[in-house]
């Protein structure tokens, strides 16, 4: 059986992750929204698909993160020629032996920056499905484990098609959050420009992998009602049966929901889960997973108000237990 929290642990995850937080609002300069939904995806051992347009500082919020984590990372610009063996590497011959050895591509490492994954041919793309779900690849036959803990971070332009290759519905599955990265307010830009007109701050390190596994596991097991359980099914059904949808949210997506909601409930301090946490991730962890019908593909905000319509007319019911 799952041993419970203690109080004490879920004090000292939040001031550690508060740390964490406060390191990377530092270099970035934005809604506390988006940092939270990435914390949530750390603690939850998923991945994160950054939606933006050039310039609004994804990369820049991406680096951050990853050296505040005190974790190892690495960054692969997508491009149109980028080959499979690019991102999981390969064997190479050795002259003076005369065997051959692996050459790790950079896929190894705890944060992977896959920078405008949209950029790369579908054969590309499929390279890194299997290390997001399964995390680990395979080379010439051979199976290789990823270190731990292993995040993607990939970026893409949503309004930029020309020259880009759609994510297919198989790979948006695997990312457990979408971040939407849009223009700053006017305060928060006048706060960027004065950060950064010198020199450009840089994140330091205020955690180590050591604490991040240990917030992970914490994360694992945070308390969920079995009414929770029900109401996180009874979203994902609604998506399947909306007018507007041709292909709604899987099991994965649910599976995906009740993990975020307990990294939410994490980052708030609390060992428990509630509506409230289930509700606050909803959108982010199920909208880009639905696959809307051809009239209603050309509406951007179609997705989110599919989630939305679920969260307002799905009602949470609390059941009665016997005392």
Known sequence: MTQAVAIEEIAAAKERLDALRREITRVYIGPSRTVDL?????LAQGHVLLEGVPGVAKTTLVKAYASALGASVRRIQFTPDLLPADITGTYVLSPKEGTFSLRPGPIFANVVLADEINRAPAKTQSALLEAMQERQVTIEGDRFELPAPFMVLATQNPIDLEGTYPLPEAQIDRFLVRVAIGYPNAKDEVAMLRA???????????????????????ARRIHVEDDLYEYAVGLTTFTRSHARVLLGASPRATLGLVQAAKSAAVIAGRPFVTPDDVRGVATAVLSHRLVLVPEAEGDSRARDAVVEDAVQRVAYRRAVRPV
């Open 196 to 218: 950064h007109n010198a020199e450009p701050p840089r994140a330091r390190s205020v955690l180590s992998v050591e604490e991040l596994l240990s917030l992970q596991s914490i």
């Open 38 to 42: 990435m914390l949530t995806a750390l």
